[in-house]
């Protein structure tokens, strides 16, 4: 047998053999499609090509229809199959004596099977559709009798449904059998090669070109309906059938399978805002456009797990302004999840966090009118979540405040999504996005409801009389600050990355705030910052292992303090961007900042410049937020110290329109 000709499925995951969790670079290749794309092609080569569905935009997804429940519920039965129409091909089907419920996959759902090393696909069930397992079912369902009922109400009710362990070790079981859950159709087979590409590293911390981050494949199930079954060893009535559906839709809620906490899992049927107990913190109402991310294939895709991509990266950056980077990596985790520092041998692997989100939006509200590479949502709204609800009520108003604090910040500063650092070229370049189709740049996001934004009267900065963006970003620091322990705090200044000598203390006090203030310096002790790469000296405010911690803070390439960025501003009152013709022309005779340039990167490298048109609000005579004239420009810097970097610095400051307001 040629070795060519086994499948995909059944070859050595080695490289040059078959590495299907790994998408590299084809253009050089003859075969062009990804080990995933042949793998997927293979598993889908088993089924009639006459009845596979054909590749269709979002807006022709399947819509469900409801089945309503049936009293006849006596006992465990395996699915038979059920003859597709003028065809021989049989669907999987579950018996008669089987409760059934379709549930639609809001955007996307993955499950791991566990049987392919380093690869994450769903199980492979009966004729070879995925399959969602019973097991999985059980689980979800367990957790929900806690949250409906109340934690000993709970484990009674789940006892009863789903059964216990008794004291001599042995089992007893539940009346309800979980059956697993199948598609109903072939419209599965569509966009199953799912791309997960983490850019944290880079973007935030390190733009190391010699370890350049992976992007990795997986399968994952898109818009399908699945088919639930349940049965049970009693006979049930119509209430009590009503009384399961209601705790298993509890259980959608919370989502299902893995990566939830990232926008996956979640059904189109489920109304967060009916359910009893629910984990949700925040919703807020979103309109945005931008260029859109592509899949493995180049497909373009609206992916919603960019939202957390965002806000868990200037969770990191705020952190960073104020603690060492292993206690600001740690609690990101602690809020966001993720994976444990592999150099920290006391971490466990994987981490769930306490935060997790879903964008919920009308596929009719999504259009590619323009480009097919842009995308102009009219509304959606980001739903926040709590992914351990077993909080305290102080716990949970501590998390909807941080979750507001990372949103205004995100949406002030900056944009959600790929090409995030720059603005819309579409709504702010219309010149160069109808004459450049192949190249989409920027995004702009806005709030539907406007007393989320920031009311911004001024930009003018003193000490008696703060510029409102300065107070805004001291506010959100504040917020997030309360998550630093007191002795892993640290006070940035410019004294600290100078490696200037601290100046003598004068009249004025410089204190964190800090609920009770303890760790304020005392006039006989000694100054509390130095030059790096040491840190204060007090016990109290000294971090722990203080020779590993913090020792790159400082080249951390977007850690948020002063004077590591820097905010410009002005006011466009007439719309239109000023410096967005600077990322393509010269903005003072010969001086560029455009692409190749260490402001604005390059391809591979990640530049240290962000462009925000924030449309802006002001506060009137009355105290009443209105509207303003037209949008806050602004420029968000991380320095380098490089001529051209400089050159630019000293334009901003004595030849624009700008002003440097933090």
Same mark, same amino acid.
């Not at 019973?134 to 369902?141: D, H, I, L, N, V």
């Not at 200037?500 to 005392?522: E, F, H, W, Y």
């Given at each position: 047998?040629?070795?060519?000709?086994?499948?995909?499925?059944?070859?050595?995951?080695?490289?040059?053999?078959?590495?299907?969790?790994?998408?590299?670079?084809?253009?050089?290749?003859?075969?062009?499609?990804?080990?995933?794309?042949?793998?997927?092609?293979?598993?889908?080569?088993?089924?009639?090509?006459?009845?596979?569905?054909?590749?269709?935009?979002?807006?022709?997804?399947?819509?469900?229809?409801?089945?309503?429940?049936?009293? @006849?519920?006596?006992?465990?039965? @395996? /699915?038979?199959?059920?003859?597709?129409? +003028?065809?021989?091909?049989?669907? /999987?089907?579950?018996?008669?004596?089987?409760?059934?419920?379709?549930?639609?996959?809001?955007?996307?759902?993955?499950?791991?099977?566990?049987?392919?090393?380093?690869? *994450?696909? !769903?199980?492979?069930?009966?004729?070879?559709?995925?399959?969602?397992?019973?097991?999985?079912?059980?689980?979800?369902?367990?957790?929900?009798?806690?949250?409906?009922?109340?934690?000993?109400?709970?484990?009674?009710?789940?006892?009863?449904?789903?059964?216990?362990?008794?004291?001599?070790?042995?089992?007893? /079981?539940?009346?309800?059998?979980?059956?697993?859950?199948?598609?109903?159709?072939?419209?599965?087979?569509?966009?199953?090669?799912?791309?997960?590409?983490?850019?944290?590293?880079?973007?935030?911390?390190?733009?190391?070109?010699?370890?350049?981050?992976?992007?990795?494949?997986?399968?994952?199930?898109?818009?399908?309906?699945?088919?639930?079954?349940?049965?049970?060893?009693?006979?049930?009535?119509?209430?009590?059938?009503?009384?399961?559906?209601?705790?298993?839709?509890?259980?959608?809620?919370?989502?299902?399978?893995?990566?939830?906490?990232?926008?996956?899992?979640?059904?189109?049927?489920?109304?967060?805002?009916?359910?009893?107990?629910?984990?949700?913190?925040?919703?807020?109402?979103?309109?945005?456009?931008?260029?859109?991310?592509?899949?493995?294939?180049?497909?373009?895709?609206?992916?919603?797990?960019? &939202?957390?991509?965002?806000?868990?990266?200037? =969770?990191?950056?705020?952190?960073?302004?104020?603690?060492?980077?292993?206690?600001?990596?740690?609690?990101?985790?602690?809020?966001?999840?993720?994976?444990?520092?592999?150099?920290?041998?006391?971490?466990?692997?994987?981490?769930?966090?306490?935060?997790?989100?879903?964008?919920?939006?009308?596929?009719?509200?999504?259009?590619?009118?323009?480009?097919?590479?842009?995308?102009?949502?009219?509304?959606?709204?980001? +739903?926040?979540?709590?992914?351990?609800?077993?909080?305290?009520?102080?716990?949970?108003?501590?998390?909807?405040?941080?979750?507001?604090?990372?949103?205004?910040?995100?949406?002030?500063?900056?944009?959600?999504?790929?090409?995030?650092?720059?603005?819309?070229?579409?709504?702010?370049?219309?010149?160069?996005?109808?004459?450049?189709? $192949? @190249?989409?740049?920027?995004?702009?996001?806005?709030?539907?409801?406007?007393?989320?934004?920031?009311?911004?009267?001024?930009?003018?900065? $003193?000490?008696?009389?703060?510029?409102?963006?300065?107070? %805004?970003?001291?506010?959100?620091?504040?917020?997030?600050?309360?998550?630093?322990?007191?002795?892993?705090?640290?006070?940035?200044?410019?004294?600290?990355?100078?490696?200037?000598?601290?100046?003598?203390?004068?009249?004025?006090?410089?204190?964190?705030? *800090?609920?009770?203030? @303890?760790?304020?310096?005392?006039?006989?002790?000694?100054?509390?910052?130095?030059?790096?790469?040491?840190? !204060?000296? =007090?016990?109290?405010?000294? !971090?722990?292992?203080?020779?590993?911690?913090?020792?790159?803070?400082?080249?951390?390439?977007?850690?948020?303090?002063?004077?590591?960025?820097?905010?410009?501003?002005?006011?466009?009152?007439?719309?239109?961007?000023?410096?967005?013709?600077?990322?393509?022309?010269?903005?003072?005779?010969? $001086?560029?900042?455009?692409? !190749?340039?260490?402001?604005?990167?390059?391809?591979?490298?990640?530049?240290?410049?962000?462009?925000?048109? %924030?449309?802006?609000?002001?506060?009137?005579?009355?105290?009443?937020?209105?509207?303003?004239?037209?949008?806050?420009?602004?420029?968000?810097?991380?320095?380098?110290?490089?001529?051209?970097?400089?050159? &630019?610095?000293? &334009?901003?400051?004595?030849?624009?329109?700008?002003?440097?307001?933090?």
């Amino acid at each position: 047998m040629n070795a060519e000709d086994v499948p995909m499925m059944f070859r050595a995951q080695i490289d040059g053999r078959c590495q299907i969790q790994r998408v590299v670079d084809k253009r050089k290749s003859a075969e062009k499609r990804q080990d995933a794309e042949i793998w997927v092609d293979e598993w889908k080569g088993i089924f009639p090509k006459d009845l596979l569905p054909k590749e269709v935009s979002h807006s022709n997804q399947a819509v469900p229809n409801f089945q309503q429940p049936i009293n @006849k519920a006596l006992a465990r039965s @395996k /699915p038979n199959v059920k003859p597709a129409k +003028n065809t021989n091909f049989k669907f /999987p089907e579950f018996g008669s004596q089987v409760e059934t419920w379709k549930y639609t996959i809001k955007w996307r759902l993955v499950s791991n099977s566990g049987q392919d090393e380093g690869f *994450i696909r !769903p199980i492979i069930g009966a004729k070879g559709f995925p399959y969602f397992s019973g097991a999985s079912m059980k689980g979800a369902f367990i957790r929900a009798c806690k949250q409906i009922y109340g934690k000993e109400q709970g484990r009674i009710e789940a006892e009863n449904y789903c059964g216990k362990k008794l004291a001599d070790g042995s089992s007893k /079981p539940g009346i309800l059998r979980f059956h697993g859950a199948y598609p109903v159709d072939l419209d599965w087979t569509k966009k199953l090669v799912d791309i997960v590409h983490s850019q944290e590293s880079k973007q935030v911390i390190k733009d190391d070109r010699d370890n350049p981050t992976n992007a990795n494949s997986m399968i994952s199930l898109h818009h399908t309906t699945l088919k639930f079954g349940f049965s049970s060893t009693e006979e049930l009535d119509k209430s009590e059938w009503d009384k399961i559906k209601k705790i298993w839709e509890r259980a959608l809620a919370n989502g299902l399978g893995s990566r939830v906490s990232a926008g996956y899992g979640y059904f189109q049927e489920i109304d967060y805002n009916h359910q009893e107990h629910s984990h949700l913190l925040l919703q807020i109402k979103l309109k945005g456009q931008g260029s859109v991310s592509t899949l493995v294939n180049k497909t373009p895709e609206f992916r919603p797990n960019m &939202f957390k991509a965002a806000l868990r990266g200037h =969770t990191l950056r705020l952190l960073a302004g104020m603690t060492d980077g292993d206690t600001a990596k740690q609690i990101t985790r602690k809020l966001w999840g993720g994976f444990a520092d592999k150099n920290n041998q006391d971490s466990k692997d994987t981490n769930v966090g306490l935060l997790g989100i879903d964008f919920d939006f009308n596929l009719e509200n999504i259009r590619f009118t323009y480009n097919p590479k842009h995308y102009e949502l009219s509304e959606g709204t980001l +739903n926040i979540f709590c992914m351990h609800p077993e909080i305290t009520d102080a716990e949970r108003l501590k998390l909807i405040n941080t979750a507001k604090a990372i949103i205004k910040f995100t949406m002030l500063f900056g944009g959600i999504g790929k090409s995030w650092r720059r603005v819309c070229h579409k709504e702010f370049h219309t010149t160069y996005f109808k004459n450049h189709p $192949d @190249k989409v740049i920027g995004c702009h996001w806005q709030f539907i409801n406007e007393s989320e934004y920031y009311p911004i009267n001024n930009l003018e900065n $003193d000490q008696n009389n703060p510029n409102n963006i300065t107070k %805004y970003i001291q506010q959100i620091r504040d917020v997030i600050r309360i998550w630093i322990p007191q002795d892993k705090q640290i006070k940035q200044d410019v004294n600290l990355l100078t490696n200037k000598p601290t100046q003598k203390a004068t009249n004025t006090t410089v204190t964190t705030n *800090i609920p009770n203030n @303890k760790n304020i310096s005392k006039p006989n002790q000694a100054p509390i910052l130095k030059s790096p790469p040491k840190r !204060p000296e =007090t016990v109290q405010n000294q !971090p722990q292992n203080q020779s590993n911690k913090n020792d790159d803070i400082t080249q951390w390439r977007e850690a948020w303090y002063a004077p590591k960025v820097q905010v410009w501003a002005r006011f466009a009152e007439n719309g239109k961007s000023l410096a967005i013709h600077w990322f393509h022309d010269a903005y003072k005779g010969n $001086d560029r900042i455009r692409n !190749p340039h260490i402001l604005a990167g390059k391809m591979g490298n990640t530049g240290r410049i962000w462009h925000r048109m %924030y449309p802006r609000f002001v506060t009137n005579e009355q105290g009443k937020v209105v509207s303003g004239k037209g949008y806050v420009e602004l420029l968000i810097i991380f320095p380098d110290e490089s001529s051209e970097t400089t050159k &630019f610095l000293a &334009f901003l400051n004595e030849n624009s329109e700008f002003k440097k307001v933090w």
